[in-house]
Nanobody, 123 residues
Framework: QVQVVESGGGSVQAGGSLRLSCKVS????????MAWFRQAPENEREGVAI???????YFTDSVKGRFTASRDNAVNTVYLQMNSLRPDDTAIYYC?????????????????WGQGTQVTVSS
């Protein structure tokens, strides 16, 4: 069984920054593609970022230039650094893991999910 646990959410003013962490209960270095999703109230779950097995990142258009992502395989953790936050970034952010290489930000492609962490951005 693979456990995924997010942390680092909170409340911030528009223009501020937050760093989310995602800890995985197994070694992820050679096998797992990781991703971040988010879901705002009354919205569908939206893909935010992919971090490939070798650290290559892809972002949805709405966060490009503002968010970065990385992974530290030594501690089985991935990160989402969120800068220049806007109120429309407010959502629950979820970390997801796939046992194979990622092919996109379709939530159905991912095998394991965290419980989510709330991010609230006020204007």
């Amino acid at each position: 069984q693979v456990q995924v646990v997010e942390s680092g959410g909170g409340s911030v003013q528009a223009g501020g920054s937050l760093r989310l962490s995602c800890k995985v209960s197994v070694s992820i270095g050679s096998k797992y593609c990781m991703a971040w999703f988010r879901q705002a109230p009354e919205n569908e779950r939206e893909g935010v970022a992919i971090i490939s097995r070798i650290g290559i990142t892809y972002f949805t258009d709405s966060v490009k230039g503002r968010f970065t992502a990385s992974r530290d395989n030594a501690v089985n953790t991935v990160y989402l650094q969120m800068n220049s936050l806007r109120p429309d970034d407010t959502a629950i952010y979820y970390c997801a893991a796939k046992r194979r290489a990622c092919s996109g930000l379709d939530f159905a492609d991912f095998d394991y999910w965290g419980q989510g962490t709330q991010v609230t951005v006020s204007s």
